[in-house]
């Protein structure tokens, strides 16, 4: 049952003061249940101090040995904030607030219930001071409302991202992943002790495809770019360029890239223009310019394109693990933009032309790391931010990566209704946090104390208050998890194959005598 912990001293509104009993530990961000008048509520503690009845001089009078005074009280203050009434097991926003001396109790098993934080995808545990207490979740329909997850380097997200995608590959074919890895980090683990990754899921081999330029399974053929893909490789392509390239590709059709190439290669912007009867030279070569520049390793002159490969395994409910480590920024950003717009546009497009086939494709969630590089209100706009704000009804959901939250459009943050948050030490983003999330107005102070693998989960509409939650570890999800039964039969011990083997031969001599 739960503990006491002390009495209210104070209540103004959504805020709380109560006083701590003695040897009782708190930390910040616990929650705590206030029992007032036949209604449970709920609040998060935010600040402490402590202090006595004595004024400062007093104090300091006695701290230097030079008085001693009679008897005065010393105390322990705790603050918090309102978040949750419950009363005959409805459960809502604060009507009213506590009264004076009612009591203060720690969270316990027997609050679950109340705070409701269960979950399809379970992520972690709900934390109260030391105890871990029941499993904290996202539901299904957190995905296509969009999520974020934020935290310094070193504080978890790595182990985050595979927990909450190994729970998306166990729910396949219901849901699916599209995750791009900058770092190389989440097929083998890498920073993750002992070191477990993706690859040692025990559906890997099964519900899992992973891409990497270092195999050569990053490849977008030159024939299968079309004039309309352009803008995605190249956001700052201007309209004229794109015109000619449009008109190349209806006079050489697919192979258009190579042939203006070579006749560039021959004889300039004249051999280009020729070929369309078009003499504007900054246009052609502008435009030639930034084709020479597409790298022959990633965009060979074929009919091969691996987003095509991507789109089916991503439709039957196969996550995608692409490792984009290693090649330069602009080959990531060139990779990532056309894969996801590909991915997403095939589940804009099934929505609109055959419905009923679009309810069997899986939710799918779209992880992007160093997501800043892509949502920074400073660059030009991407498919990302398209995904963030229009592609919701589509079942199609992004979870944006990054340790640095202040560098996200705004109007992108907005929509992100399940946030993560990690350690943030940066004094500039822990305030885009706490000033651009609900709930999170009086967490500065707790955002930085984080621990590694701590975090502060919100998830709109169902979970409308941070909880602080231990986020699981990953290798103890798959020893928890265990290997996977495909029902195959018993294999034949070695020794007895051998023999069987033996006997044959023995047979197949014997009848050749």
């Given at each position: 049952m739960s503990e006491s912990v002390g009495f209210i001293r104070e209540v103004r509104g959504d805020q709380i003061v109560f006083f701590v009993d003695e040897g009782v530990n708190l930390c910040f961000g616990q929650i705590v249940r206030i029992d007032s008048g036949g209604k449970s509520f709920y609040a998060r503690v935010v600040d402490a101090k402590s202090s006595s009845t004595l004024d400062m001089s007093e104090q300091l009078r006695e701290a230097e040995g030079k008085e001693s005074f009679g008897p005065y009280s010393s105390y322990r203050q705790v603050e918090a904030v309102l978040f949750l009434e419950e009363k005959d097991g409805k459960v809502r926003s604060p009507t009213f607030n506590p009264n004076y001396r009612d009591r203060v109790y720690a969270t316990g098993k027997e609050d679950s219930s109340a705070l409701r934080l269960k979950g399809d995808l379970e992520i972690g545990r709900l934390r109260?001071?030391?105890?871990?207490?029941?499993?904290?979740?996202?539901?299904?329909?957190?995905?296509?409302?969009?999520?974020?997850?934020?935290?310094?380097?070193?504080?978890?997200?790595t182990n985050t991202e595979l927990v909450?995608?190994?729970?998306?590959?166990?729910?396949?074919?219901?849901?699916?992943?599209?995750?791009?890895?900058?770092?190389?980090?989440?097929?083998?683990?890498?920073?993750?002790?002992?070191?477990?990754?993706?690859?040692?899921?025990?559906?890997?081999?099964?519900?899992?495809?992973?891409?990497?330029?270092?195999?050569?399974?990053?490849?977008?053929?030159?024939?299968t770019l079309h004039p309309g893909r352009l803008r995605t490789i190249f956001p700052e392509i201007g309209k004229p360029q794109v015109r000619v390239s449009r008109r190349l590709y209806e006079k050489l059709g697919s192979s258009w890239i190579e042939e203006s190439l070579e006749a560039y290669g021959a004889e300039g912007y004249v051999g280009v223009g020729k070929i369309i009867n078009y003499k504007a030279k900054s246009v052609i070569e502008a435009l030639m310019s930034k084709l020479s520049d597409l790298s022959p390793t990633l965009f060979p002159p074929s009919n091969y394109n691996f987003i095509d490969d991507v789109i089916k395994n991503v439709s039957k409910g196969v996550t995608c693990l692409i490792d984009i480590s290693g090649l330069s920024s602009e080959e990531q950003h060139n990779i990532t933009c056309l894969t996801a717009s590909n991915v997403a546009y095939h589940y804009k497009q099934m929505w609109e032309d055959n419905f009923e086939e679009w309810k069997r494709l899986p939710t799918l969630l779209i992880t992007l790391e160093e997501a800043h590089e892509f949502l920074d209100p400073e660059v030009r706009k991407t498919i990302f931010s398209d995904i963030a704000l229009t592609y919701r009804k589509y079942r199609v959901g992004l979870n944006a990566v990054t340790p640095r939250p202040s560098r996200i459009n705004p109007n992108v943050f907005a929509e992100l209704w399940t946030k993560?948050?990690?350690?943030?030490?940066?004094?500039?983003?822990?305030?885009?946090?706490?000033?651009?999330?609900?709930?999170?107005?009086?967490?500065?102070?707790?955002?930085?104390?984080?621990?590694?693998?701590?975090?502060?989960?919100?998830s709109e509409p169902k979970i409308r208050f941070a909880v602080p939650i231990k986020v699981t570890h990953y290798p103890e999800y798959l020893d928890k998890r265990g290997k996977e039964d495909y029902g195959l039969p018993k294999s034949q011990?070695?020794?007895?194959?051998?023999?069987?083997?033996?006997?044959?031969?023995?047979?197949?001599?014997?009848?050749?005598h």
């Open positions: 109260s001071g030391e105890h871990l207490l029941d499993s904290v979740g996202l539901s299904f329909e957190a995905i296509p409302l969009m999520m974020g997850m934020f935290g310094m380097t070193g504080s978890g997200k909450l995608n190994a729970r998306i590959i166990d729910y396949s074919p219901k849901t699916v992943g599209l995750i791009f890895d900058f770092a190389g980090q989440l097929l083998t683990g890498k920073g993750i002790e002992p070191k477990r990754g993706l690859r040692d899921h025990p559906l890997f081999h099964t519900k899992v495809r992973y891409y990497s330029a270092r195999e050569g399974r990053l490849c977008i053929g030159l024939h993560v948050i990690m350690k943030t030490e940066l004094r500039r983003d822990r305030g885009y946090l706490t000033q651009n999330t609900p709930y999170l107005e009086y967490s500065d102070t707790e955002i930085k104390m984080l621990d590694v693998g701590e975090a502060l989960l919100i011990r070695l020794s007895d194959m051998e023999k069987r083997l033996k006997k044959l031969s023995e047979q197949e001599s014997m009848s050749l």
